[in-house]
């Protein structure tokens, strides 16, 4: 079959008491992809063999990195804090598929940040990450481990070497009814503002926390627990000329230590668990999807007039032919 030229495109975003959206763009063909990523371009070359893949990609950032636009603490947004970070990088890495779904790999990125990348006194922060990394993949079960560290030259607040492992696993069978398994979790070392993973929120850049405004907190050592029951349509993951649609209930648990790195002044102890629950669902149409997800998390600190609540909503095309192929 020759090769044909795809697109997808999706809007969305996350509405709380901070709420953010993002759009995406993307083309590709063959084992080149350029993608827009609401303020971010990627272009990646890929190439795809029986056995692995391996890849290259240029980025660029243009204002929220990280999501130092919009950090919170204790319960409520930090304004003050707020400002644009930009980042140039280049990523690249491999992966090695052997039997009954295992594979292995390493990949590596570094970065140039950029803080008030758009005023006089900008500065500069490189960072670097890589990591050996595996898993499994199988249609009803996905894990991955991460073993790797950033080092951060330039950092007075942060180590120069941050060792982490990161982990993740997802069952989630496709029956009519079925059980919904996930978690993730990360034991680090040294991390700062830059390195540290972003929890809380709907969205697929985060590790989730139903309830919780998006990247909320800023971790370094975490568990988030995912139960819950998903039934309707089965093969939502392969186009078919008919409407199919899925829906979810979920209840989400975390722990973790030292959530931030701002000195706070609300007094509001900080948050070093949290629980939440979610209702989810999902219709597709041949390459046409839409994603719909409200969450609550009733026992979370907030502050005067912050919301408890979010939604998360997208819709969008995933990888669709700009033309039928002919052969």
Known sequence: MSEQTEIRV???????????????????????RAELFTDTVELAFE?????????????????????????????APLPLYAHPVAYVGVEAGAQRWGPHGLWGGARGWAREYIVDPYGPGA???????????????????????RVGAHVEPGSR????FQPHVEGDAHWRPDWRVGPV???????????????????????????PMAGAAWAEWWVQ??????????????????????VRARGQLAADVAAFS??????????????????GFSASGKLTYKHFYTDLAVGYAPWIPRQEGYSRAS???RVGVDWAPLKRSKD
């Open 258 to 275: 030292d959530p931030t790195v701002y000195v706070s002044t609300l007094g509001v102890e900080p948050t070093l668990h949290a629980v």
């Open 47 to 75: 190439p795809q063999r029986q056995h692995g893949k391996a890849w290259v990609a240029a980025r660029a950032c243009g204002f929220a990195a990280e999501m130092f636009i919009s950090p919170w603490s204790e319960g």
């Open 221 to 242: 050592d975490y568990a988030v627990g995912r139960v819950g029951a998903a039934a309707g349509s089965v093969g939502m993951a392969t186009p078919a000329p008919r």
């Open 10 to 32: 999706w809007a969305g975003g996350q509405v709380d008491s901070d709420s953010h959206g993002d759009v995406t763009f993307g083309v590709r063909r063959g084992s080149f």
């Open 157 to 160: 607040a942060a180590g120069l």
């Open 311 to 313: 939604a998360f909503f």
């Open 123 to 145: 500065t500069t922060e490189p960072v670097f990450r890589g990591d050996l990394e595996g898993g499994m993949w199988t249609p009803a079960l996905q894990a991955s481990l």
């Open 181 to 207: 398994v996930e978690g993730w979790g990360a034991y680090a070392s040294g991390q700062g503002a830059f390195t540290r993973t972003r929890v809380g929120g709907l969205t697929p850049y985060v590790v």
